[in-house]
């Protein structure tokens, strides 16, 4: 490197104007946006294809099936031979039986849980824990699948004798632990967020940790703890795997739990590993199920958007 | 007149404090409940597939015979499968998110974009699938192939990728696009060479947990018909294949209890593979943690 | 590159001019209106700026001051509600006129910030920057830049063992000349400075303020700040904002011994402010 050339006779002004391309650069400053736009777009199209290919299927399967009998009747039997049935209600039924059991779980485990990290954690506990339930959240489903019909059936049907091996209660319970991180991450950014000045509010008059956390903070942080709460019962509705694996394939129109079941998305898991072959009735089926289950979690998405939003807190 | 006795509060408070207390181991084992259960499961999974894993059950095929079986088809399914969902769904992510960050004015259809894209986050895994095989497998005459599910899974774990781009690119200062238009620099020669170098970790680490998520997902693979039992690897991106998820899947479904620890050791495989993942995400997070 | 022209227009060499003759000017302000949404935050700014002379704008905060210099390189667009009416011819030509390219403009007229804004690379790289963005590819004449453009800054003894290091490992007086030395690599004709040495201890204010002196030979330089020591020290001349207008625009010697307007007065003298 020279060090005595400040008398180059070339100037970096002359340079940048020989080298200027504004007429490229102010073309590609045009171009990118649209292309831009376009990949964003995919998003859109994403959702307008999932949203039409269930609905143009499901036509073709209300041609065959009448949607009176899918909606209101309680019989599910597409395999039968002679007379099938097309009554979703006892899919949904299954749906709600998982969903339910899991919300016992998970919500009072959830929000104890998100209580304990943000009142009564130190910094050292949370950075501990709050990885750890990181963890427990990205188990694949698969894995908690295998769990529930090789470890906590077992133990349930140890004791609970008249327990089947497919059932409800085990699954349930599994998918109850799997939406635990979901509740608890969530309700506790709801609590964090909750200003200090409030907190040592209470303190300064002499309340106790668990007065604050249960008269201030969660009160306060409620709107949070409820879209978490929607949110994960919408997880739980749309759960496949753990119950394709151990819930069974017996939908029934009852409110038993120790029996066999099943969900909306096990069935169409049952129906895409068998042979059901392509322009069947059972074909078509799924797309009227999958239809079902996505109008069920859209509602429940949209209900926990409306939630956060229309009950946020402004501090 | 006295509407207080501190008399009264003071004997109150005792009782008061130990309800705090008692509370407070209450929330403390609610918060141990999800630790325990995860210990359980690995400790179970581990003593019951350790034996398994072994030089043999990385080089054989599926087999009838539980000692027999192994899970290279599924092995190097899934790592064909991450090949095209990783740029796939980055360049769909990376892009979307630049748009959204960077040009989207406020108005109604940008709007609808956002909003869309959180639905889109809740949609259900097997709802996926279905979009993937009319769309993928049938419409587009894809088959049951890498391509076909990679694109299915890149639209899945597309809402995850978008997120924690957003983010990353959001964290960008000001001041650094400042001093680049201040010299001269158009838009995009300012998010190319300034804003996203500085989003670069964040997008890094939002894309390989999305893409932890995606290597286990099964439910999509099942929808679209991937097999189970499969005696080669695929040569080229339209053959069909199959993955460790669906392979721990059809292990778990079969009768024979051998079988199960069989899936077990599959599921030591997906765990580890997963763990190694999210290391590196969290190495990268650690690393380049509050630069500006 | 070598090619030795006499014809070449050298804007940062211009020959010392007679005192006597009336300087060039760089910048006039006609009639500059500036709004924020409906906020009217600049008033009529009638300025002349003067080549090689050091302006200071000086004035109490929310005068205006930073407004009008980010309008002197268009950065103030980047807030999309702004809206403007009169001009600011730069050089004979008006900056708002339709087809004037703002890249072309803010490749002319360099700007130092309020804080500190290294990018998040090597020394060597932010100093390339500029250049790269602009086409300029070639090793060695980027590597002639950066080390012209460092000493232009003062800074090179203390980085030049450590130019492949992220700039970031700088103190903030470093960063800050590392920050005027990027400005310097694409030779503008114009330096803006947005109280440069607000966010910097006493010491690496007054190598800052003494690189102004140096680097007003070569430069047009407009600075704001609300240190009127600063200003006194290192302008030349001074605009004294206040509330969106310009009160008094002077050779500071005289603004600052014997302004003829009573606010100017009453700010100088720290009755308010």
């Not at chain 2, 210990?39 to 095929?61: E, H, K, P, S």
């Not at chain 3, 935050?41 to 002349?48: G, M, P, R, T, V």
């Not at chain 3, 690599?185 to 910097?200: C, G, K, R």
């Not at chain 3, 003829?260 to 009453?266: G, L, P, V, Y």
């Amino acid at each position: 490197m020279s060090t005595k050339d400040s008398n180059k006779s070339i100037s970096v002004q002359e340079m940048i104007a020989q080298k200027s391309n504004r007429g490229l650069l102010s073309r590609i400053e045009k171009l990118v946006p649209k292309i831009l736009f376009a990949i964003a777009a995919m998003s859109v199209l994403t959702t307008i294809g999932i949203v039409l290919t269930l609905i143009f299927e499901t036509i073709i399967f209300f041609t065959r099936v009448s949607p009176l009998e899918f909606i209101f009747g309680t019989e599910w039997y597409p395999f039968a031979n002679t007379t099938p049935a097309y009554g979703i209600l006892p899919l949904i039924v299954g749906t709600l039986k998982i969903t339910g059991i899991a919300v016992l779980v998970a919500v009072p485990i959830g929000i104890a849980t998100a209580i304990f990290l943000s009142e009564y954690a130190s910094e050292r506990t949370r950075r501990f824990i709050k990885p750890i339930l990181e963890v427990l959240a990205g188990v694949p489903t698969i894995v908690y699948g295998f769990f529930a019909l090789t470890f906590v059936t077992p133990v349930l049907q140890s004791i609970f004798p008249q327990l089947s091996i497919f059932n409800a209660l085990s699954p349930g319970i599994v998918v109850g632990i799997m939406i635990i991180p979901m509740i608890a991450s969530l309700s506790e950014d709801a609590m964090t967020s909750v200003p200090n000045a409030m907190r040592e509010g209470a303190y300064a008059l002499g309340s106790t940790r668990l007065e604050v956390a249960l008269k201030v903070v969660l009160p306060a942080a409620t709107s949070g703890i409820v879209a978490s709460t929607v949110l994960a019962i919408s997880r739980a509705i749309g759960e496949t795997m753990i119950v394709s694996v151990a819930a069974g394939s017996t939908p029934g129109f009852n409110w038993d739990i120790t029996g066999s079941i099943q969900t909306m998305t096990a069935y169409i898991v049952q129906v895409t590993t068998g042979d059901a072959g392509y322009g069947t009735t059972i074909y078509y089926s799924i797309y009227a199920v999958g239809f079902t289950l996505f109008l069920f979690t859209l509602v429940m998405n949209l209900l926990a958007q409306y939630i956060s939003k229309r009950f946020r807190e402004e501090y | 007149m006295k509407y207080m006795d501190h008399n009264v509060v003071s004997s109150k408070m005792k009782s008061r404090l130990t309800k705090n207390k008692f509370f407070k181991g209450l929330f403390f084992a609610a918060t141990m409940f999800g630790l325990i259960v995860l210990a359980v499961l690995l400790i179970r999974i581990i003593t019951q597939g350790g034996g398994y894993i072994n030089w043999d059950f990385f080089m054989n095929f599926a087999s009838r015979f539980p000692e027999q079986a192994g899970i290279k088809s599924a092995l190097i399914g899934s790592i064909y499968l991450m090949l095209v969902v990783a740029p796939v769904s980055m360049f769909l992510g990376v892009g979307t998110a630049i748009y959204l960050e960077e040009y989207a004015k406020q108005n109604k259809m940008n709007r609808f974009i956002k909003v869309n894209i959180s639905n889109l986050a809740g949609v259900p895994s097997v709802v996926f699938g279905l979009l993937g095989l009319t769309i993928f497998v049938r419409n587009f005459d894809l088959g049951i192939s890498i391509l076909a599910a990679g694109f299915t899974m890149s639209l899945l774990i597309l809402p995850v990728i978008i997120v924690a781009s957003q983010e990353a690119i959001r964290a960008v200062p000001r001041e650094l696009r400042e001093a680049s238009f201040a010299m001269g620099a158009t838009k995009w020669q300012t998010i190319v060479r300034v804003v996203l170098p500085a989003a670069v970790p964040g997008v890094l680490t939002g894309s390989i947990l999305a893409l932890s998520r995606a290597i286990g997902e099964t439910a999509p693979l099942v929808v679209i018909g991937i097999p189970t039992i499969l005696m080669f690897t695929p040569n080229h991106l339209l053959d069909t294949f199959t993955a460790l998820p669906m392979q721990i899947f059809d292990w778990t479904k079969r009768p024979q209890v051998a079988f199960h620890d069989v899936a077990a050791a599959g599921i030591i495989v997906l765990m580890t593979l997963l763990i190694i993942m999210n290391s590196i995400a969290v190495f990268i997070r650690n690393k380049y943690q509050k630069r500006y | 590159m070598a090619t030795t022209t006499t014809k070449s227009v050298k804007i940062n060499n211009q020959p010392i001019k007679n005192e006597i003759v009336e300087k060039t000017s760089v910048y006039k302000t006609n009639q500059l209106n500036l709004w924020y949404g409906s906020n009217h935050a600049l008033k009529n700014i009638d300025l002349d700026i003067k080549e090689n002379e050091v302006t200071a704008i000086i004035g109490p905060s929310g005068c205006g001051k930073s407004t009008y210099i980010k309008t002197l390189n268009r950065m103030i667009e980047i807030i999309p509600t702004v809206k403007t009416s009169g001009e600011i011819i730069y050089r004979g030509r008006n900056i708002f006129s339709k087809d004037y390219q703002v890249e072309d403009l803010r490749t002319k007229v360099g700007m130092v910030f309020q804080k500190p804004n290294p990018f998040p690379k090597s020394i060597y790289d932010n100093i390339a920057y500029g250049p790269r963005i602009h086409g300029i590819k070639n090793k060695k004449i980027l590597d002639e830049i950066v080390e012209k453009s460092l000493r232009g800054a003062a800074i090179w003894d203390e980085v030049k063992d450590r130019l492949n290091e992220n700039a970031y490992g700088l103190s903030g007086g470093q960063q800050q000349r590392i920050c005027i030395a990027r400005c310097l690599a694409i030779e503008p004709d114009v330096i803006l400075m947005d109280e440069p040495t607000s966010a910097l201890d006493p010491i690496s204010t007054l190598k800052v303020e003494e690189l102004v002196q140096e680097l007003k030979t070569q430069y047009s330089i407009i600075i704001v700040t609300h240190n009127m020591q600063q200003a006194a020290r290192i302008s030349d001349k001074t605009a004294f904002f206040l509330n969106g207008e310009v009160i008094e625009y002077d050779d500071t010697d005289k603004i600052f011994s014997n302004p003829s307007d009573k606010r100017t007065e009453d700010y100088i003298s720290g009755r308010f402010g």
